[in-house]
């Protein structure tokens, strides 16, 4: 039928203002009938000549010739973990792989992690930030414990709730304790252990948390009014704990601050510091621990005492020491890319050759911040330079 005859069948109300030519009644790609119900005509408004488009497909951006595309956003799933007097907060990031468990320390939370554990993600591995009880998102249990015995339970605990039978633990400084009680008293729980200036020995707890509560006296007054009580308490321990200041501006103080909002805030961070005690790191029997272990201590913590990562490589089994020069407790702030390659390539060793490396094995930092690290043998940190011995 003549398109203007169509026209006036259907009056000019009943089509669009387009020119229509016969080819659009035909069925599409030569089908034998048009998808409409029967007994009525559909129209497809396509003009007479559609101009050619052809795919574009995203590409490097314009620069040089060797530049890299940056990797895709790692989003985290949030999961709650029971683990008995109430549940953790964790963030996974990634599927698939070797089991990352990430551990923060006093003050801080799995917002830590934040910069490494998506480096861990694309490498192929589950990387899972926790928040330890009592930190950061996780439950406050009324009169719960939150030493370090505690906190190993709690996450032998959460393991079992993630469904691993093994992991690889990445502990900063009370993190670092949890961890290396964990693999000291449940050995077949943990397959690897990376300790970041960890608390070991009798230095426990820090000259950070006794700072904190020498300072709680001279600030008594300024704690019981504001929200934000708890800052002059953790403020200054979150500025020491980096050697650049910028790694560790006002609004990220803010962030770690964030839990500890209120006077019932006050109490809580009081209530954590004291339930550090020592006995229970100074009886972990250190001979225990079978798990490969990397020591990563950056030796401008001015909390923990310097000669702790030696004594820790000769404690522990097979246990190897990376130093990073200039950098503070908080290596996942001032180094995330660095501390994400020594964990990425420990985990390689443990999947590579599981058999404990010799005692003794330490690394050495490379001049480049972007080469590998260069592996060098000796007795403690300052041995000199040279090739690890072969599985």
């Avoid at 709650?80 to 468990?101: C, D, K, M, N, Q």
């Avoid at 010799?358 to 330079?385: I, K, M, N, Q």
């Amino acid at each position: 039928m003549h398109p203007g005859a169509l026209r006036r069948l259907l009056g000019p109300s009943r089509l669009p203002a387009r020119r229509w030519t016969a080819a659009h009644l035909r069925p599409p790609h030569g089908r034998e009938s048009c998808h409409r119900p029967p007994g009525r005509v559909s129209f497809c408004p396509v003009p007479d000549t559609v101009p050619h488009r052809p795919l574009r497909f995203p590409g490097p951006a314009a620069g040089p010739r060797d530049a890299q595309i940056p990797p895709p956003p790692v989003r985290a799933d949030h999961l709650r973990l029971p683990v008995g007097p109430g549940s953790l907060h964790a963030e996974r990031y990634g599927h698939g792989g070797t089991p990352i468990v990430l551990l923060h320390g006093f003050g801080t939370c799995g917002f830590l992690w934040r910069e490494v554990a998506p480096q861990l993600a694309i490498a192929r591995h589950t990387a899972v930030a926790l928040d330890l009880l009592g930190h950061g998102e996780s439950d406050r249990p009324i009169e719960a414990d939150f030493g370090v015995a505690a906190q190993a339970e709690y996450l032998d605990r959460a393991l079992t709730a993630l469904r691993m039978a093994r992991a690889v633990l990445v502990g900063v400084d009370v993190g670092g304790g949890v961890a290396l009680r964990l693999a000291a008293t449940r050995p077949d729980r943990v397959a690897g252990l990376v300790l970041v200036n960890t608390v070991a020995f009798e230095h426990m707890p820090g000259r950070d948390v006794r700072t904190l509560q020498r300072n709680t006296a001279r600030v008594a007054f300024r704690l019981s009014r504001g929200m934000f009580g708890a800052s002059p308490l953790l403020a200054p321990v979150l500025k020491g704990s980096v050697a650049d200041q910028a790694r560790m501006p006002e609004r990220l103080i803010a962030r770690y601050l964030a839990p500890f909002v209120g006077r019932d805030g006050v109490t809580h961070l009081l209530d954590l510091a004291r339930s550090l005690r020592s006995e229970e790191v100074e009886e972990i029997d250190l001979a225990c621990v079978t798990a490969p272990t990397l020591v990563v201590w950056g030796e401008a913590d001015p909390w923990v005492p310097a000669e702790v990562p030696t004594r820790l490589l000769h404690a522990v089994p097979g246990a190897r020491l990376a130093r990073l020069p200039g950098i503070g407790r908080l290596a996942p702030e001032e180094a995330p890319d660095e501390l994400a390659d020594l964990i990425l390539d420990h985990v390689a060793r443990i999947e590579a050759a599981p058999v404990p490396a010799p005692l003794g094995v330490a690394y050495a930092r490379s001049a480049a911040p972007a080469e590998r690290l260069a592996p060098t043998v000796g007795h403690d940190a300052d041995a000199a330079a040279g090739d690890l011995p072969t599985a």
